[in-house]
């Protein structure tokens, strides 16, 4: 298994600034994401965070909005920048964790983000 | 696209009841299934899997059942406790990929 921490677990914002957001994990991994989930709603990936390379973003999501950034195998950041009120959502860091195949995929307790 | 999605947005259930959450997934090239409970103000907790060449799995208290006929997963959660109030999650994956995850039941496990 793997324990995963997560900074701030919860924030307030104002409408037009950013919030970085850090993960930490107990070992080294090789896969790490971001996922949002919305109110009531089911988790949607974010991107992938890569170690030493550029993120990798799903379809809707671009690096100007969510910049990642991976500087090595246990920690990754992610900024919500130029924030709105449609930002507002719990950001989780999830890692996956060499178990045989298949891997098994962790979750970190989420940042509550809400922006006013 | 491909999508998982669930028949129930809510379950209430009496404590000792067995409940039972269902997930329906449309992506026929799934190998690997899923179920993460998520407790108020946490993340996703890892419960149980099981993989497309099997149709059942047992675990401490639950149990996932896979109907690939139909495309149909549901978990089992025998005498239902308290603490079991949660959202429930399925999620579907090629192993190479990464997971979809699909909408969430809120279960409440009432005393």
């Known amino acids: 298994s793997a324990v995963i921490s997560q900074k701030p677990s919860r924030d307030i914002c104002q409408r037009g600034t950013s919030l970085t957001i850090q993960c930490q994990v107990d070992?080294?991994?090789?896969?790490m994401f971001w996922y949002r989930q919305q109110p009531g709603q089911s988790l949607t990936l974010i991107a992938t965070?890569?170690?030493?390379?550029?993120?990798?973003?799903e379809s809707g999501f671009v690096i100007d909005k969510f910049p990642i950034s991976r500087p090595n195998l246990t920690f990754s950041t992610l900024t919500v920048s130029n924030m709105s009120p449609e930002d507002s959502s719990i950001y989780l860091c999830?890692?996956?964790?060499?178990?045989?195949?298949?891997?098994?995929?962790?979750f970190g307790p989420g940042t509550r983000l809400t922006v006013l | 696209g491909e999508s998982v999605g669930l028949h129930l947005p809510t379950l209430s259930v009496q404590e000792g009841d067995n409940s039972i959450i269902n997930c329906a997934y449309s992506?026929?090239?799934?190998?690997?299934f899923i179920w993460y409970k998520q407790e108020s103000g946490k993340g996703p907790q890892f419960i149980i899997d099981?993989?497309?060449?099997?149709d059942k799995r047992q675990g401490q208290r639950v149990t996932v059942l896979l109907n690939k006929t139909v495309k149909h997963l549901s978990l089992q959660i025998a005498a239902t406790q308290p603490g079991d109030s949660a959202v429930y999650f399925c999620?579907?994956?090629?192993?190479?990929?990464?997971?979809?995850f699909g909408r969430g039941t809120s279960l409440i496990v009432h005393p």
């Open positions: 999830s890692v996956e964790v060499l178990a045989g195949d298949p891997n098994t995929q962790y």
């Open positions: 070992s080294q991994v090789t896969m």
């Open positions: 965070a890569n170690q030493g390379s550029e993120a990798t973003y």
């Open positions: 992506n026929s090239a799934s190998d690997y």
């Open positions: 099981i993989r497309s060449n099997m």
């Open positions: 999620a579907e994956r090629e192993l190479s990929y990464i997971p979809t």
